[in-house]
Nanobody, 127 residues
Framework: QVQLVESGGGVVQAGDSLKLSCAVS????????MAWFHQAPGKEREFAAG????????KYADSVKGRFTISRDNAKNTVTLQMNSLKPEDTAVYYC????????????????????WGQGTQVTVSS
């Protein structure tokens, strides 16, 4: 198992940018696909973006495509989510998650396929 710690959340205005980071310890980070999910108030947690173990592949929810970019640094055991052109509807708690299937060139969008989660970081976008 790994430990995941998110950081970088905050309160911003619509149109601003924010960068989230997830520091991962334990396990073999470079072999796991990683993802960011978000959970808005009163809603279920939803997939936002994911990246393969190598970083060569990525996937985005339609709601964030073109605005968010996921990346990873396997030397530093971190995964980041660059969020641009933020909208009030992006307001949510953002969670980092790990898929323990090693070296899989597949990015699940179902949260049930992820094995561990961080504690979450709040992003609030005001209009």
């Amino acid at each position: 198992q790994v430990q995941l710690v998110e950081s970088g959340g905050g309160v911003v205005q619509a149109g601003d940018s924010l960068k989230l980071s997830c520091a991962v310890s334990g396990g073999t980070f470079s072999s796991y696909a990683m993802a960011w999910f978000h959970q808005a108030p009163g809603k279920e947690r939803e997939f936002a973006a994911g990246i393969t173990f190598s970083g060569a592949g990525s996937k985005y929810a339609d709601s964030v495509k073109g605005r968010f970019t996921i990346s990873r640094d396997n030397a530093k055991n971190t995964v980041t989510l660059q969020m641009n052109s933020l909208k009030p509807e992006d307001t949510a708690v953002y969670y980092c998650a790990v898929d323990y299937r090693r070296y899989a060139n597949y990015i699940p969008m179902d949260q049930r396929e992820y094995g561990d989660w961080g504690q979450g970081t709040q992003v609030t976008v005001s209009s």
